[in-house]
């Protein structure tokens, strides 16, 4: 059937602001269903608080709504536009629940907007869960024993009748909000009490838990001539008992046998005809006995999921783009399929290569957390890695992570006690992964470690398999490693770090070189989706070692883009905003664009943003070999947040050059002590500081520089390991904390102004105008990290010379450091005067938010700057913001109820919202103002 032409505009409905559970996923799918549709000819609104995310930027959509997510919001909107259809599947849970609420306030019908990608009727059958226990019955599809509870006595009487272990499942909640695994009977009432209150329906499903059974994903496509096409298998490495989102994933299913798929393919696809009669995506999660191959139905969710932009990365199958021509009447047989631009949608991508994906976790963040994992989703991001091998995927996936691993183990990171292991591989944490290969290499049996974690033997056997090849690496030298053990070694995803760690006394360079000269280097493979069988004309690849390279390198111009790896606290979805319009700015400027990244939620890694994607880690020696291969004129690393910045030096060393501001002048704002030098020479004020290595100096300082002091490491990003501390005791143990987590720092010790109001400028530089981007006033005092602070802008209390002081500074550090593109400054303003707190020449967690505040493409104009293509004078820059726009932090407390919500220098949030006031009269923000107030008054 081909197109509905009476949809002529479509609004998309976003998921607001970041929290664990719902992450930059839907900002990926909302951004792929919009172009999707504009290539239709269709007319599509967004709306979305989220001001960090390309999906709310003009170069995705024609409309963008950066408006609370509210059913006046909506209403507001289909006032002004004529809207046809609603699109709801792109945005998570909160699309849906936004969509279901409009419905039943007969907002749809009012406004003769027809619901499309879905219907209500399926919403309610999967989300309300007796609905769904009742209808997997009804067709013959297995589910655990369970009842339904809506009061306290309901849910009791339920755990009496079905025993112990349960899991308890809140209706209509994200991410496992609300939900948990009960053990015993004692913990029964408060389990039962969180997750009643976790429902926005008061209602959850007492279930028995099969703890240890191995769970599995399907990602499904169907279309209105009930065509079902399954996309991708995702097998769950960890067994039933953890949230799939905490889970670390295998696609395609590695220890599934056929005639199991099979039946499991069969029962997915009844489950999607059976919830009702709509054209899109559908994710279903089963669990199979490993005993009997016995399946269960988990959930089916019908929308695009966490997994769907995982799935469509793995395979190379844009199923966003795909659902939303299916939304509009299409069918899979009259779409082309986006890789091999001659055949059709309706495919089912065939894998030559294995996906690993692992979640990536900021417990630091959370003092006092409850680190296990279990029901309740906790991880903030995820990485993922392609190899010819599940092995070399996983070490690829280790690589990415950037928690200081240089893979699965054999870096110098193992200094556990056998006991605290064994009680690590009971009870999972976010390291099970780097404990299982621990435990191994101190010889634990293979079977003990199975019957702890219950994670498949296949996969324990290919985790052994590294601890036997590291065995017999040591038997070498460097000079004597036999070329086909050297090529194993590679294969298995070994790093060159790893190989001199092992070896001792060389270091990576050498092993580099050595393989050099044994002929063994990376090749390049790309992801067809159908594993050659039709010839791909999409430039996505990924790296491994055999003979053939399939990227080929053009003679065209090429700027390489370096991403920012997973999501976590303090790096968030701004920085993936950045790197697409660099992308883009590039390809404006007639650069050949190449995008290096491993995160699989993001629209940077989408195959149709750059002109090339590698997906392979944000580490140094996949970036390295990348850059050989390639010979780009540059490498910008402005954009990728701390990521990409720490990849500067290392550029340096080795003749790359970087795009922009050059590397020098980076390390001199990283630098606090040769940056207080340069501000000492400006004559700019800055609080009064010290560097120490050791407790001792530390002592020193602080009492020289005075108390309360602030108390950090060099070169983070997000406040990690910040402090404020008021005496000499306190003092010691931040320190010795500090150098034990982060050995070979240095510590920084600043005079902390007590009471200062905390302010921020963005600008760009080209060498020689400077252009300020927006200054933004916090709401919360100094000591606060600006990433937890609700922020104005423009400022809305501070006087002319203050303002006058930090544009005046701003220009001076610009011109003082060589910027060429982006820089933040933070201010602490006290009496009237401004001191400089620091100073990052790249991209920053708030140029977005003012890009968007103020409606002019700034990262855009920073990237042409860096390319040396533009100058300021170039642009023609006109601000359209009216009235204020204030920057609302959001949090995840939810997800940790036992930890205190107290803020301080180290950020805890993990997404933003904007809200737009027009004048200081409006009520929430005098709200906020006399809590600010309040706060400087202490």
Not at 192 to 197: D, M, P
Not at 732 to 758: M, Q, S, T, Y
Request: net charge negative; proline share 4%; with cysteine.
């Amino acid at each position: 059937m081909p197109k509905d032409t009476s949809i002529r505009s479509v609004l998309i409905i976003g998921s607001g602001p970041i929290i664990i559970g719902q992450a930059c996923e839907f900002d990926y799918s909302g951004s792929q269903a919009a172009l999707s549709l504009k290539e239709e000819g269709i007319e599509v609104s967004i709306i979305n608080s989220n001001p960090a995310t390309i999906m709310t930027d003009k170069v995705i959509a024609d409309h963008v709504y950066l408006r609370p997510l509210t059913i006046a919001s909506i209403e507001q909107i289909l006032q002004e536009r004529k809207i046809d259809a609603v699109l709801p599947t792109m945005g998570g849970q909160t699309a849906l629940n936004l969509c279901v609420e409009a419905e039943e306030n007969g907002i749809w019908e009012k406004y003769g907007v027809k619901i499309i990608g879905v219907d209500v009727a399926a919403i309610e059958k999967t989300e309300n869960r007796e609905a769904f226990r009742q209808l997997m019955v009804d067709i013959g599809v297995g589910v655990a024993p369970s009842k339904i509870a809506n009061s306290f006595l309901e849910g009791k009487e339920a755990a009496q009748e079905i025993g112990y272990p349960l899991v308890i499942r809140p209706s209509y909640t994200l991410g496992g909000s609300g939900g948990g695994f009960v053990h015993k009977k004692e913990e029964f009432d408060a389990a039962l009490k969180r997750g009643l209150e976790a429902s926005p329906t008061h209602e959850v499903l007492v279930e028995q838990a099969v703890l240890g059974w191995k769970e599995y994903e399907l990602e499904l496509l169907r279309d209105s001539n009930d065509n079902v096409i399954i996309i991708c298998s995702i097998e769950n490495f960890d067994p039933m008992g953890i949230h799939t989102g905490d889970s670390i994933t295998v696609a395609p299913a590695m220890t599934l046998s056929d005639s199991c798929y099979q039946e499991m393919r069969n029962q997915a696809i009844k489950m999607m005809r059976a919830i009702g009669n709509f054209a899109g995506g559908c994710n279903v999660q089963f669990s199979v006995n490993p005993d009997n191959d016995d399946i269960i139905a988990i959930e089916i969710n019908p929308r695009v999921s966490r997994s769907s932009a995982l799935a469509s990365k793995a395979t190379g199958y844009p199923i966003a783009k795909i659902a939303a021509k299916l939304a509009i009447g299409y069918n899979l047989d009259e779409i082309e399929n986006q890789i091999t631009k001659t055949t059709s949608a309706y495919f089912e991508p065939t894998l030559d290569y294995v996906i690993v994906k692992i979640p990536r976790w900021n417990f630091d963040k959370f003092k006092g957390a409850n680190t296990e994992l279990g029901l309740q989703m906790k991880a903030v991001g995820e990485v993922m890695a392609i190899g010819r091998t599940f092995i070399e995927a996983l070490q690829k996936a280790c690589q990415s992570l950037e928690v200081g691993r240089a893979g699965l183990g054999a870096d110098g990171r193992h200094n556990r006690s056998i006991e605290e292991i064994m009680h690590g591989l009971e009870h999972a944490s976010w390291n099970r992964l780097f404990l299982i290969k621990d435990a191994m290499s101190m010889g634990v049996p293979l079977e003990s470690i199975r019957k702890v974690t219950r994670i498949d033997k296949w996969f324990l056997s290919q985790i052994q398999e590294l601890v036997f090849l590291e065995t017999e690496l040591k038997r070498y030298s460097l000079t004597n490693i036999p070329k086909d053990f050297f090529f194993n070694l590679k294969q298995k995803g070994f790093s060159d770090v790893q190989i001199s760690y092992l070896l001792g006394n060389v270091t990576e360079d050498e092993v580099y070189e050595r393989r050099k000269s044994l002929g063994i280097r990376r090749v390049y493979k790309m992801v067809d989706t159908c594993a050659a069988e039709f010839a791909a004309q999409t430039p996505y690849y990924y790296s491994t070692f055999e003979d053939e390279n399939e990227s080929i390198p053009s003679d065209k111009k090429k700027v390489i883009v370096l991403g920012s790896g997973p999501n976590r606290i303090g790096q968030g979805i701004e920085f993936d905003y950045s790197c697409v319009h660099g992308l883009l700015a590039a390809k404006e400027s007639g650069f050949e664009s190449i995008m290096i990244n491993c995160n699989p939620e993001t629209v940077s890694t989408d195959f149709n943003m750059a002109d090339k994607l590698y997906f392979e880690p944000v580490f140094w020696e996949h970036v390295r070999e990348i850059i050989e291969l390639e010979n780009p004129v540059g490498v910008i690393v402005q954009l990728g947040g701390q990521t990409a910045l720490k990849m500067a030096e290392k550029l340096e060393q080795n003749g790359i050059k970087i795009i922009g501001t050059a590397y020098n002048d980076m390390d001199i704002a990283e630098d606090r002590g040769r940056f207080s030098d340069l501000l000492k020479e400006l004559e700019i004020p800055y609080p009064k500081y010290g560097v120490a290595e050791n407790a001792e100096e530390a002592i020193v300082v602080a009492n020289e520089v005075g108390y309360p002091v602030l108390v950090r490491p060099s070169y983070v990003l997000g406040g990690q390991g910040m402090s404020i501390v008021i005496n000499d005791e306190d003092l010691e143990k931040a320190v010795v904390k500090l150098l034990g987590d982060l050995p070979g720092n240095r510590v920084l010790i600043d005079h902390f102004l007590d009471r200062a109001e905390e302010t921020e400028s963005d600008s760009i530089s080209d060498g020689d105008d400077v252009h300020i981007v927006g200054l933004m006033e916090h709401i919360e005092p100094a000591g606060i990290h600006s990433g937890d602070s609700f922020a104005v802008l423009p400022p809305f209390s501070l006087s002319e010379k203050v303002i006058n002081d930090m544009e005046t500074y701003s220009k001076k550090i610009a011109r003082a450091l060589n910027v060429r593109g982006l820089l933040n400054i933070q201010f602490a303003v006290k009496d009237e005067k401004v001191y400089v707190i620091e100073a990052n020449p790249r991209a920053s967690r708030t140029v977005p938010f003012i890009a968007k505040a103020y409606d002019v493409p700034y990262i855009n104009i920073a990237a042409k700057i860096m390319l040396g293509v533009n100058k300021l004078k170039d642009f023609t820059i006109e601000r359209k913001l009216e009235g204020y726009a204030i920057k609302e932090p959001v949090f995840s407390y939810d997800k940790f109820p036992e930890v205190t919500k107290e803020l301080g220098p180290e950020m805890k949030s993990t997404g933003e919202s904007i809200r737009f006031i027009k004048d200081l009269e409006d009520p929430y923000f005098k709200k906020l103002y006399k809590d600010k107030s309040m706060y400087l008054s202490k």
